[in-house]
C-alpha cells in the first residue's frame, strides 16, 4: 500500500498563506499543516484550523525569522535581547557549529512555541521545522526531547534523495540546483537523527519530497514526484508544499517564496494530480493515520 501526506508549511505566516492552504485542503490534495506559533496571522490559523476539524495541523517551530515567543527573561543564546530569532540559517547554523546557542535556550523555545499552539486548542499532530532547522543534530536533540514531554510521537524526516530528482522546474532546468544541494547538506545529519527518533520513540514517513521543489513545485513537479513516489517501495511518502494567495502582505512579508506559492497553490489542485494518484493507487492521509 502507497499513502501519501501532503503537508502545507508555514500556517499563520500571513492572512494570504491560510486561506491558500485551506483553499488546497478544500479543493486540493492538502491533506496536512504545521502552524507557526510565532506567525503574524496565528489567531487566523488558528480559527480555519477549528472550522477544518479534519485537516491535520501540526507545529512548524521556528528557531529562524521572527521573534521568539518564550519570555524575555528566559532568552539568552537563541535570540538577542529584542527577542528576534537568528535572521538566517547560515547563521542560526554558524552559531550552533561555534557552540554560542545551548541546547537549554532551543528546548525553551521549542516548549513554548507548543505551549501556545496547545493553549489555541490544537491537538498537534507532529512536529517540523521552519528552513528544517532540525536536521541540525544540536536543534534534533533538543526538539526530540521536547516532543516526548509534550507525547507528540510524529515528526518529519527531512531527508530527500538527490539522485532521482528529475522533475521539470519552471526556470527549464531539473529540478533547482540550489534547493538540490540544500537536499544533499541536510543529509549529513541523517544517522543522529534516526538515532534521535529512535530513543524518543519518533515515528516519521517513509519517503520525503519537497525540498528540491521549493520555489517549483507545480503541476509538473507535482506529477514528476507522483510518478517515481509509484515506484517506491509499499510505505508513506511526505511531500512538503508552501502554497498561498499572493497579495500585498505576502509581498512585503520576509519569504523568497511569493507568487511561486500560488503556483504552488494551483498544481496542488489540479484535476490531473488527483487522478495520477488514483492511476497509481496512492491513498492520501496526514499524520495522524502513520
Given amino acids: 500500500m502507497k499513502r501519501l501526506i501532503?503537508?502545507?508549511?508555514?500556517?499563520?505566516?500571513?492572512?494570504?498563506?491560510?486561506?491558500?492552504?485551506?483553499?488546497?485542503?478544500?479543493?486540493?490534495?492538502i491533506t496536512s499543516t504545521t502552524i507557526m506559533a510565532n506567525g503574524s496571522a496565528f489567531e487566523d490559523a488558528v480559527r480555519l484550523a477549528h472550522?477544518?476539524?479534519?485537516?491535520?495541523?501540526?507545529?512548524?517551530?521556528?528557531?529562524?525569522?521572527?521573534?521568539?515567543?518564550?519570555?524575555?527573561?528566559?532568552?539568552?543564546?537563541?535570540?538577542?535581547?529584542?527577542?528576534?530569532l537568528p535572521s538566517s540559517l547560515?547563521?542560526?547554523?554558524?552559531?550552533?557549529?561555534?557552540?554560542?546557542?545551548?541546547?537549554?535556550?532551543?528546548?525553551?523555545?521549542?516548549?513554548a512555541q507548543l505551549e501556545r499552539v496547545k493553549a489555541a486548542g490544537i491537538d498537534v499532530t507532529h512536529l517540523d521545522t521552519h528552513k528544517h532547522?532540525?536536521?541540525?543534530?544540536?536543534?534534533?536533540?533538543?526538539?526530540?526531547?521536547?516532543?516526548?514531554?509534550?507525547?507528540?510521537?510524529?515528526?518529519r524526516r527531512p531527508f530527500e534523495s538527490t539522485s532521482n530528482l528529475s522533475y521539470p522546474h519552471?526556470?527549464?532546468?531539473?529540478?533547482?540546483?540550489?534547493?538540490?544541494?540544500?537536499?544533499?547538506v541536510a543529509r549529513l545529519g541523517q544517522r543522529r537523527f534516526d538515532r534521535a527518533s529512535r530513543s524518543h520513540g519518533l515515528r516519521s514517513p517513509d519517503y520525503f519530497w519537497g525540498v528540491a521543489a521549493t520555489g517549483g513545485l507545480n503541476r509538473e513537479?507535482?506529477?514528476?514526484?507522483?510518478?517515481?513516489?509509484?515506484?517506491?517501495?509499499?510505505?508513506?511518502?511526505?511531500?512538503?508544499?508552501?502554497?498561498?494567495q499572493y497579495d500585498q502582505d505576502?509581498?512585503?512579508?520576509?519569504?523568497?517564496?511569493?507568487?511561486?506559492?500560488?503556483?504552488?497553490?494551483?498544481?496542488?489542485?489540479?484535476?490531473?494530480?488527483?487522478d495520477a494518484l488514483?492511476?497509481?493507487d496512492i491513498s492520501l492521509i496526514d499524520f495522524r493515520q502513520l
Avoid: Y
Wanted: glycine content about 10%; aromatic content about 2%; hydrophobic content about 40%.
Fill in 90 to 111: 547560515a547563521l542560526l547554523v554558524a552559531k550552533l557549529t561555534s557552540g554560542l546557542i545551548r541546547k537549554d535556550d532551543i528546548e525553551r523555545e521549542v516548549r
Fill in 51 to 84: 472550522a477544518n476539524p479534519k485537516l491535520g495541523v501540526g507545529c512548524h517551530l521556528v528557531l529562524v525569522g521572527g521573534k521568539a515567543v518564550s519570555r524575555l527573561e528566559q532568552r539568552s543564546s537563541l535570540a538577542d535581547s529584542d527577542g528576534n
Fill in 278 to 280: 488514483k492511476k497509481h
Fill in 221 to 244: 513537479a507535482i506529477l514528476g514526484i507522483i510518478e517515481m513516489a509509484s515506484s517506491l517501495p509499499d510505505g508513506t511518502s511526505e511531500l512538503m508544499c508552501h502554497p498561498g
Fill in 6 to 29: 501532503v503537508n502545507a508549511d508555514d500556517f499563520g505566516f500571513t492572512r494570504g498563506v491560510n486561506a491558500g492552504i485551506i483553499r488546497g485542503f478544500q479543493e486540493g490534495i
Fill in 133 to 155: 532547522t532540525h536536521s541540525h543534530p544540536r536543534v534534533m536533540e533538543a526538539v526530540a526531547a521536547i516532543a516526548e514531554e509534550f507525547r507528540i510521537t510524529r515528526i
Fill in 250 to 274: 505576502l509581498e512585503r512579508a520576509p519569504t523568497r517564496l511569493k507568487s511561486e506559492r500560488d503556483m504552488e497553490l494551483k498544481g496542488l489542485m489540479d484535476s490531473a494530480v488527483r
Fill in 170 to 184: 519552471p526556470s527549464g532546468v531539473k529540478g533547482s540546483w540550489k534547493q538540490r544541494a540544500l537536499a544533499g
